[in-house]
């Protein structure tokens, strides 16, 4: 009953209730991934783009390591969070109406 209702509404997610299993995002069609993963991933940009502007002020040392920091926190949170098990897994897409050959044949 439980997986019909999981087809029904056009994916699973399995594993994300700390068993250790990866994430399993099937049949979203998506680029999945839990908002923690995501938090993760903005620290670090936050942090590249704060070092990116002090190499661009001068540079600007105190300002550059301090965005350094940032993105080591980021890296620090992506293990925390174990970002490297959220996995997206698509089904195959078909071509409707291809003839099979590429641009060139």
Not at 10 to 27: I, L, M, R
Not at 32 to 51: C, D, P
Not at 52 to 69: I, R
């Amino acid at each position: 009953m439980a997986e019909d209702a999981r087809q029904a509404t056009g994916g699973t997610h399995e594993g994300q209730g700390g068993d250790g299993g990866p994430a399993v995002h099937q049949g979203s069609g998506g680029h999945g991934g839990r908002a923690s993963s995501w938090l993760a991933v903005t620290v670090i940009l936050l942090g590249f783009t704060i070092a990116g502007v002090a190499l661009c002020l001068g540079p600007n040392w105190p300002l550059l390591w301090m965005g350094t920091a940032v993105c080591v926190m980021g890296g620090i949170l992506m293990l925390v969070f174990r970002v490297f098990q959220d996995i997206v897994v698509e089904a195959p897409r078909s071509m409707s109406g291809a003839s099979g050959q590429g641009v060139l044949d």
